[in-house]
């Protein structure tokens, strides 16, 4: 990793595999030769890759890409959109058949584009949880739709009990719905409040771009779970993790301290 001779003494991150200070990647149809210069390039810090959206169906060579991804010890998650699809057209048994025949180990379930109802999205974690990792999304892709604070805690805890592993705020792959306003502006009481209410390594944050980045690293932590990260986003995100970015050099390399002079 950068960095590896120690000489800058940077903060301690965890090794693949992990369970907090996720990277979540989306893959928006990228080919094999993309995929094997993210891992060649920034391998240590791709912890999980979303496919996105409905790509995976309409991906020609979906068996090679998948192959690749678990050389590199990488899981792989359909969108959710292709889930809200799936249950609009009752192919759930469908879906899950062609899930196992893929080898794929986690799926991916929300709500953000069709209207499901509450206890059925509860029973339909519960469900899939127990043939596959889940990744949960709590929130709205219509960036009119504004839900309050509490009913975001709610939803997140139940969907945990429910079975979720990790549960993801939606944000949108350009960060301008759910907890970003549609200016792209965050919704930041909304994340103290989950952050006050849920243990972080529970949840996967979405943010798409660089200031969002910084403000979870800053606000929470290295060791925040973001997603929805650009493929060459991601050594760009370990350096707001680790310091090595103005945003963050203050508050994670110096931790307060002063500069030194010389």
């Given at each position: 990793m950068l960095g590896s001779d120690g000489f800058l003494d940077l903060p301690a991150r965890s090794p693949k595999p992990r369970d907090s200070g996720l990277t979540h990647v989306i893959d928006k149809g990228m080919n094999l030769r993309e995929i094997e210069g993210l891992f060649?390039?920034?391998?240590?810090?791709?912890?999980?890759?979303?496919?996105?959206w409905g790509t995976s169906y309409v991906t020609r060579n979906l068996e090679k890409k998948i192959a690749l991804y678990r050389?590199?010890?990488t899981?792989?998650?359909?969108?959710?959109?292709?889930f809200e699809a799936v249950v609009v057209r009752d192919k759930l048994d469908a879906y899950k058949r062609w899930l196992a025949e893929h080898r794929f180990s986690h799926v991916e379930i929300s709500d953000g584009a069709v209207d499901i109802p509450r206890e059925r999205k509860l029973e339909l974690i519960a469900e899939l949880a127990r043939d596959f990792t889940v990744l949960s999304e709590v929130g709205?892709?219509?960036?009119?739709?504004?839900?309050?604070?509490?009913?975001?805690?709610?939803?997140?805890?139940?969907?945990?009990?429910?079975?979720?592993?990790?549960?993801?705020?939606?944000?949108r792959e350009g960060g301008t719905a759910g907890?970003?306003?549609?200016?792209?502006?965050?919704?930041?009481?909304?994340l103290e409040e989950i952050a006050h209410e849920l243990a972080l390594d529970r949840i996967i944050f979405e943010a798409p771009t660089k200031s969002a980045q910084a403000w979870f690293v800053k606000h929470f932590g290295a060791d925040v779970n973001l997603g929805n990260i650009p493929p060459e986003e991601v050594i760009p995100l370990e350096t707001l993790r680790l310091g090595l970015r103005a945003d963050t050099i203050n508050e994670v390399l110096l931790r307060g301290e002063r500069a030194p002079t010389a």
């Amino acid at each position: 990793m950068l960095g590896s001779d120690g000489f800058l003494d940077l903060p301690a991150r965890s090794p693949k595999p992990r369970d907090s200070g996720l990277t979540h990647v989306i893959d928006k149809g990228m080919n094999l030769r993309e995929i094997e210069g993210l891992f060649d390039t920034a391998g240590d810090y791709v912890d999980v890759v979303k496919l996105g959206w409905g790509t995976s169906y309409v991906t020609r060579n979906l068996e090679k890409k998948i192959a690749l991804y678990r050389s590199f010890e990488t899981p792989v998650v359909c969108g959710g959109t292709l889930f809200e699809a799936v249950v609009v057209r009752d192919k759930l048994d469908a879906y899950k058949r062609w899930l196992a025949e893929h080898r794929f180990s986690h799926v991916e379930i929300s709500d953000g584009a069709v209207d499901i109802p509450r206890e059925r999205k509860l029973e339909l974690i519960a469900e899939l949880a127990r043939d596959f990792t889940v990744l949960s999304e709590v929130g709205s892709k219509d960036s009119d739709v504004v839900f309050a604070p509490y009913q975001w805690v709610a939803w997140l805890k139940e969907e945990l009990q429910a079975g979720a592993w990790k549960v993801i705020t939606e944000g949108r792959e350009g960060g301008t719905a759910g907890i970003f306003r549609s200016d792209g502006e965050m919704r930041t009481g909304l994340l103290e409040e989950i952050a006050h209410e849920l243990a972080l390594d529970r949840i996967i944050f979405e943010a798409p771009t660089k200031s969002a980045q910084a403000w979870f690293v800053k606000h929470f932590g290295a060791d925040v779970n973001l997603g929805n990260i650009p493929p060459e986003e991601v050594i760009p995100l370990e350096t707001l993790r680790l310091g090595l970015r103005a945003d963050t050099i203050n508050e994670v390399l110096l931790r307060g301290e002063r500069a030194p002079t010389a």
